[in-house]
């Protein structure tokens, strides 16, 4: 009888995926780390490890992102958990957070809400960098807060999640710093049909790309503190029409932030 097992070293070689995707879901498949087959490239895979390989290589193949596939994105220095209920961390999504803590002081009590936070990269990386600071985080998606909440259980960050719209269920509070990264892309945009497995309603707000943006910064006024802050991703070609809002708005000082690759990507605003 022939043997059912296959080497991993041939498995990654017909795999038809660039090696490093190959070897990451091999290890998946067989339930040990990628440095394991880098150390062993000869090992046995049983028929059951080739099975469950030759699906995930093949959804792989079909356009599905690694990171849905592993389960696993890293953000800001560490893993979050994300699943097709919530957008895949972005690395210029850093930006934002790395704005706050600059500009911020870490003194104890100071007050962030951050606004549709899907896998909570935004909140929870804050709360870990900040742990005296007191962060709330909001989505409309239960799906996408389970996602977050177990994120912020297993990193053991201290940030309060609530199911809201916006601010809606926010009542008079006001906060320190006002967060978010909303659906930016426009309905139209030839990009989203390159970004079928995120949630559409995590990239597009349906309608110019604005929407979501314009939303937040007409309501951030009565949720910021004297001197608080308003911190906003956006696209690279939206940086006038965001500062411009923001101005038109009542923010006293704005400015434009730009991403590693020099677009426009972060509006800063302060409140008075
Ligand atoms: N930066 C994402 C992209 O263009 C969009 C994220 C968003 O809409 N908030 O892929």
């Not at 699906?55 to 356009?63: F, I, M, T």
């Not at 978010?180 to 426009?186: I, Q």
Request: with cysteine.
């Amino acid at each position: 009888m022939t043997d059912p097992n296959v080497l991993a070293s041939v498995l990654l070689r017909q795999s038809r995926l660039p090696f490093r995707e190959a070897r990451a879901l091999l290890a998946l498949s067989l339930g040990v780390s990628p440095e394991h087959l880098v150390a062993h490239p000869e090992i046995a895979v049983h028929p059951a490890a080739q099975g469950r390989f030759a699906d995930l290589a093949a959804r792989r193949r079909g356009g599905t992102p690694m990171a849905y596939l592993t389960g696993f994105q890293e953000f800001y220095g560490h893993a979050l958990e994300v699943t097709p209920a919530v957008l895949i961390p972005r690395p210029e999504t850093e930006l934002l957070v790395d704005t706050a803590i600059r500009i911020l002081p870490s003194r104890p009590g100071l007050s962030v809400l951050e606004l549709g936070t899907g896998s909570g990269c935004i909140a929870i990386t804050l709360a870990l960098a900040q742990p005296h600071w007191q962060v709330v985080a909001t989505d409309r998606c239960v799906q996408a807060l389970a996602v977050a909440r177990r994120n912020s259980s297993r990193l053991q960050a201290r940030v309060a999640l609530v199911a809201a719209d916006w601010f809606a269920p926010l009542g008079g509070a006001r906060f320190d710093l006002i967060v978010s990264n909303p659906p930016y892309v426009a309905e139209g945009d030839p990009h989203l049909s390159s970004l079928t497995h995120e949630p559409r309603h995590a990239l597009t707000d349906g309608a110019d790309g604005l929407r979501a943006l314009r939303t937040i910064i007409a309501s951030a006024g009565k949720h910021l503190r004297p001197g608080g802050v308003l911190l906003l991703e956006h696209g690279y070609d939206q940086g006038p029409q965001v500062h411009a809002l923001a101005r038109e708005q009542g923010f006293g000082s704005v400015e434009t932030l730009l991403d590693l690759e020099g677009r426009d990507r972060v509006c800063l605003a302060r409140w008075q």
